[in-house]
Every structure is written in structure tokens, then in C-alpha cells.
């Protein structure tokens, strides 16, 4: 890492700590012993971060103008408590519209066990007040609707999409047999002030692994991992428009339980999708990254180092700027990495490691408009760091 990155790493990581002592204000935000470490971030039309994180029970919302060295004082999303999940695999999720719309979405847990709820709220006025949180999944049970994926087009158009144990409760409340959960979506085609009626998209899915959604030309894109057969768990695409499916992931991974290790999924400025996931299949095992391109998609290209168990990779990605960031272990504490390309992935620069964490560790989330590039990474420890990217291109 370059002497300009480590310096304002540095700045940054002294300007954003964790609730008990931010800087902006030290009663900004309820103090918390544990607090939750999955955190939402994204950057809107003016290079802003926003970051969405869990404390006490509350949602709460701040923003950036500076990359990420000074945040604003938290809003709270909602005045009433709730468990809001925010750890692993489970994240808030947070999209700002062009017109300022700041739309939420997240996964609420009920008190049975493995059950929860899809929740939503929204800003109209930059952040500084949200509707009351509203309930996205329609069935009235009290079952499983979690792992919740949130995409706009910018323009009033947002889809939410989840994993939802509907239809496999239903069917086993009969006594047959239901292999893994479904995926369920919702649209709104006026920046969330009303949503349709849910939707199934597929069953027979993977239950415990995270969704990703993007949003292309021709609308909304889903991936998550599928059950093929009795026990493949590999990952599939659809357009949530026609309903178009089709395998996205080839590894032939055999096994009789939930992997808990989704994938990321992203669209560049010419349309081209960017995949990131983990498998242990016969195929190939490991970390991979590919890009398809209409009908055609490059091979599988292995990324971390997986005797440091490289895992849980995001992609982002904005006109030709492409952005891939994971989780490593070096045997003494979490190691956040990351690579980019500024071809539309055709190259890509070596892997950075950009920062560690002795203790409990988020997994890294990158954030790029095309211009910028950043990574957001909270630890238990060091706290809530967001560290930049020198975009020079690939050696």
C-alpha cells in the first residue's frame, strides 16, 4: 500500500471509531459493549459514502463528503427496537436514488428460532428523517424470510429480493418433503413509496447462503445459490423481469448443508456481469471471479490465497473500474484484501492487503462510482475504516 493510501487509512481509522467514541459527537449514538460489526455502505451521484450499521437494536444512517474521514451524526431509521440482523452473512443494505432518495432494506429476526421478517424504510429528505419501517414479505407467517438483497436503477425503480421458507413450510406442514427455501422479490416503481404484491422467482435454493442483486439495461439481476439435483449447491442468474434463469456456476459442489458463503454479483458501465464466489466442488475449489458478457463468459479466475482461507468476496463496479474485495486469516488475525481492474476485469492489478484486525472482522465491502474506489471494513477492535484505492492502472 502506497504512502498516500497507509496515511489516510491512518486519518481515517482515528476519525471514524466505533459508537462509544466517534468523533463527531461522543453521545451521537447509544453506547453499545458488543456491538454488531456487518455494516451497509454505498456511494451515491456526488461521491458520498453512506454507511448504514447496527447498534442497540437501532438502525441508524450517516454520511460522508470526504471519502470516509468525517462521518455526519447518525439518524436513527427507527425510534422502536428491533433484532436487527447484522452479522456474517446478513447486512443492512443502503442505495441512494438521484434524486436523494436513501432506501433501506435489512432482515429482521424473530424470537423462534430461524424465523424473521424483510423490513424496509426510506429518506425523502437526504437522511435527516425515514418512514416508519414497513414489512416487505406478504404470506403473514411466521417463518423464515431472511438474507435480503436491495438494487435501484436510480431513477424510482428498486427491487428487494430474499430467501423465503413459504413454500417449504407449507409443503411439509402436508408431510411431503422440501429440499432447501425459495426466492421471493418485491418491486416498486416509485423509490419505495408502494411495492407489488411478492413474487416467487425459484425453489428448492440454497437457505443459508446471502443473494446479490444489480441492476442492468435490461432491469433487475438476482444471484444466489442453487440446489441442482438432490445436493449441488451451485449458483444461478435470473433477470427478475422475464424470469429468465439460467446456471451461472459449474463446480459441482456436493454437500448436505448450507455452506453459508453467498456470492457478489455487479454490472459495469457496458452491461457486463461481474461474479465473485467461494466453492469446494469437484470442479475447482477456492475463491473465483468471472465476467459474463451476453451468451459468453470468461473462465473462472482463482483470487486469494486459499491456504489463508480466502473467502466471502464483494464485487463492485462502475463504468470500466471493477472492484473486488475479501477476507483472508494469516494465522494471527483477519486481513482485508483487494483488486481492481480499469478494463472491465480483461486485467487486473495484484492483490493489496489494506488493513488487519486482531479480532472479531467484518468481511470487506468495495465501493467504486468509476472515479473512486474504496473499501469499508469494520472490526471489533480497530473499528469502522475506509480505506481508498490508488485506481493507476494494472501492472
Known sequence: MGQLATALLLAVTLAYKPAAAMEHRPDAMPREASPTLAVGATLDGNGRVWLARVENQRLWVSSSSDGGLHFSRPVAVSSAPEDIAANAENRPKIAVAQDGTVLLSWSQSLPKRFTGNIRFARSTDGGKRFSAPVTLNDDGRVGSHSFDSLAIDGAGRVAVMWLDGRDRDAVREKGAPFAGSSVYFTQSADNGARFSA?????????ECCRTALTWTAQGPVALWRNLYGSNTRDFALANLDSGKQRRATDDEWQIDACPHHGGGLAVDGR????????????????????????DSESLPMAIGNAAAQAGHAT?????ETVLIAWREFDGRGYVAQAMHSTDGGASWSPPQRLAESSGAADYPLPLTDGERALVVWNSA???LRVVPLDLGKPK
Open 198 to 206: 411478492n413474487r416467487r422467482l425459484t425453489e428448492h435454493t440454497c
Open 271 to 294: 452491461g457486463a456481469l461481474h461474479l465473485v464466489w467461494f466453492t469446494q466442488g469437484r470442479t475447482r475449489q477456492g475463491l473465483f471471479y468471472k465476467r459474463i458478457v451476453g
Open 315 to 319: 464485487v463492485a463496479a462502475a463504468g
Open 381 to 383: 477492535t480497530e473499528g
